[in-house]
T-cell receptor, first 115, second 114 residues
Framework: NAGVTQTPKFRVLKTGQSMTLLCAQD?????MYWYRQDPGMGLRLIHY???????AKGEVPDGYNVSRLKKQNFLLGLESAAPSQTSVYFC??????????????FGPGTRLTVL | AQSVTQLDSQVPVFEEAPVELRCNYS??????LFWYVQYPNQGLQLLLK??????LVKGINGFEAEFNKSQTSFHLRKPSVHLSDTAEYFC????????????FGTGTRLQVTL
């Protein structure tokens, strides 16, 4: 199993450009999450999904949109990138009630720089 | 709303010395508690978790943590650290019934030197 994978690993954008980050998991997990990590601030939840076709806002959702069209994929979109969105983005997935209860499995991260 | 405080942003320690990384949380309900480790340029890996039961929890790589409800703490300990333990450590909390969302502390950088 590959676990949780993220595409791309690195990206540089100019202000105003758009892009989509892809998260894929092969563990048949129901829940998926997008976090951003900034120095001195830990990880903060952007959006999450508890199942295919459902999404919900987290702590810092402004400027981002998400979609969960397939159970194994969770997409994070930036419609008009801003320098404040320079960050490392992590995706995670979880399957409630299956052995590793409440354990989120994390991807390797995407480092995004917005100039 | 829940929150997590990691007061120490950096903890320097010599190899083979003991270490304690502090974590305090606040919540109006019972919580689940976690410690994650992040090695340079990698994702997060679960070290240990407390869901219920025994307040002393043992994790991977020789780490353990003790849940103290009265002090709302979940401090991480290791009796003897190695150079390879150099990493960022995050404490996190989750409340039951909230889609297992995690609230993270700001992290503690453990720097192990000779």
């Amino acid at each position: 199993n590959a676990g949780v994978t993220q595409t791309p690993k690195f990206r540089v954008l100019k202000t105003g450009q758009s892009m989509t980050l892809l998260c894929a998991q092969d563990m048949n997990h129901e829940y998926m999450y997008w976090y951003r990590q900034d120095p001195g601030m830990g990880l903060r939840l952007i959006h999450y999904s508890v199942g295919e076709g459902t999404t919900a806002k987290g702590e810092v959702p402004d400027g981002y949109n998400v979609s969960r069209l397939k159970k194994q994929n969770f997409l994070l979109g930036l419609e008009s990138a801003a320098p404040s969105q320079t960050s490392v983005y992590f995706c995670a997935s979880l399957s409630p009630g299956q052995g590793s209860y409440n354990e989120q499995f994390f991807g390797p991260g995407t480092r995004l720089t917005v100039l | 709303a829940q929150s997590v405080t990691q007061l120490d942003s950096q903890v320097p320690v010599f190899e083979e010395a003991p270490v304690e990384l502090r974590c305090n949380y606040s919540s109006s309900v019972s919580v689940y508690l976690f410690w994650y480790v992040q090695y340079p340029n990698q994702g997060l890996q679960l070290l240990l978790k407390y869901l219920s039961g025994s307040t002393l929890v043992k994790g991977i790589n020789g780490f353990e943590a003790e849940f103290n409800k009265s002090q709302t703490s979940f401090h991480l300990r290791k009796p003897s650290v190695h150079l390879s333990d150099t990493a960022e450590y995050f404490c996190a909390v989750s409340e039951p019934g909230t889609a297992s969302k995690l609230t993270f502390g700001t992290g503690t950088r453990l720097q192990v030197t000779l």
